[in-house]
């Protein structure tokens, strides 16, 4: 009996497309068959992505998804572009399931994803749940972020059945009213939302599997060791890490931001989760140069826009945070040096 085809769907801009062809690749190399729905929030992406022609992607442009959605477009012209991302997140998974009939379950994954292992185990233990959810699992000393949300948004999975849409429909509804990107009256971004969904909902599967959706924020409560050249979580093989604020600090050198999660890197968090992720995102960077001349990538170049708009009088305070910045980060030992292979430099 050959494997179920998974469908996933996931969003971007031209600053995150190379994480998104990481994921892609994960999948691509890991799993069975799969569908993957990549929202493009830009043109650069889009022409990216269709010059690339993954055969398992299918593109949407972001007009696509607001063509005869007043509500999400209204909702753009009222909020910050990454808020808006957040606004878009529950609206993605429906559009998937209201135009795409062969998709029997749609999984929504963060760009920033990417798979070690075989993605079908975390679907195991799902059972048919019209819900899938992983929560976060702070350790003692982070339970204060619960603020942000006991539930992860960087995967979840809804199966084609009427509680499902109805959770969707309920999220949308509220991340259209209110989604920002700051903690307010029980409320953070699209994710606080999730909090009462397992009371709410009858079929809802908070996943268990300690490695899936490892990140920062959850490592100091785990154990790794290392077997037959794997990471293995808790005694269970590492499924799919959420390299959430990794970012790029200067060329060659990477902030992996561990230490500010109270995680200080060791020899094998470097070498089998970061290292790889990095060496992809390499290979990623000099894939579209080669496949989409005119649409180089440059890693990290998203960092430039902290400062695009910046008036000089505040460059001297920003110049010194970062420097404060830095000095924490080579204390927290939490910096990285690329391969060198990783492409043209930001």
């Excluded at 037959?228 to 970012?247: A, C, S, T, W």
Aim: proline share 6%; with cysteine; charged share 25%.
């Amino acid at each position: 009996m050959s494997p179920p085809t998974r469908y996933y769907c996931t969003y971007f801009d031209r600053n995150y497309v190379n994480r998104a062809i990481c994921l892609y690749q994960s999948l691509r190399d890991r799993g069975g068959p799969f569908r993957l729905y990549a929202l493009c929030f830009d043109a650069a992406s889009m022409e990216i992505l269709k010059r690339l022609s993954f055969p398992e992607v299918s593109t949407i442009p972001v007009d696509d998804l607001l063509r005869g959605d007043t509500a999400l477009t209204e909702a753009r012209r009222t909020r910050s572009t990454v808020e808006f991302y957040f606004t878009a997140t529950p609206s993605l998974p429906l559009y998937v399931l209201n135009h795409y009939p062969e998709v029997d379950r749609i999984t929504y994954v963060d760009a920033d994803l990417y798979y070690f292992a075989d993605p079908e185990r975390v679907f195991d233990e799902a059972h048919g749940a019209s819900i899938a959810i992983i929560a976060h699992g702070f350790p003692p000393a982070l339970a204060s972020r619960v603020i942000y949300g006991k539930y992860n948004v960087g995967w979840l999975s809804f199966n084609r059945d009427v509680e499902a849409v109805e959770c969707l429909t309920r999220w949308r509804e509220q991340c259209l009213d209110w989604c920002y990107d700051r903690v307010e009256e029980g409320r953070f971004a699209d994710q606080k939302y999730l909090d009462d969904w397992p009371q709410r909902f009858k079929s809802v599967v908070v996943l268990e599997h300690p490695g899936a959706n490892l990140a920062p924020w959850n490592l100091g409560a785990r154990r790794l060791t290392e077997q037959e050249g794997r990471v293995h979580v808790d005694g269970r093989p590492l499924l799919f890490f959420h390299f959430h604020g990794l970012r790029r600090s200067a060329p060659r050198v990477w902030n992996t931001r561990l230490g500010e999660y109270g995680v200080q890197m060791t020899p094998l968090i470097r070498r089998r989760i970061y290292r790889p992720y990095l060496a992809a995102l390499g290979a990623a960077v000099a894939e579209v140069a080669v496949e989409a001349p005119g649409n180089q990538l440059k890693v990290g170049a998203h960092e430039r826009h902290r400062y695009t708009n910046t008036r000089w009088l505040e460059m001297p305070r920003r110049f010194a945070r970062t420097g404060r910045e830095a000095f924490r980060g080579l204390r927290r030992r939490q910096y990285l040096l690329e391969p060198r292979q990783i492409g043209p430099e930001a």
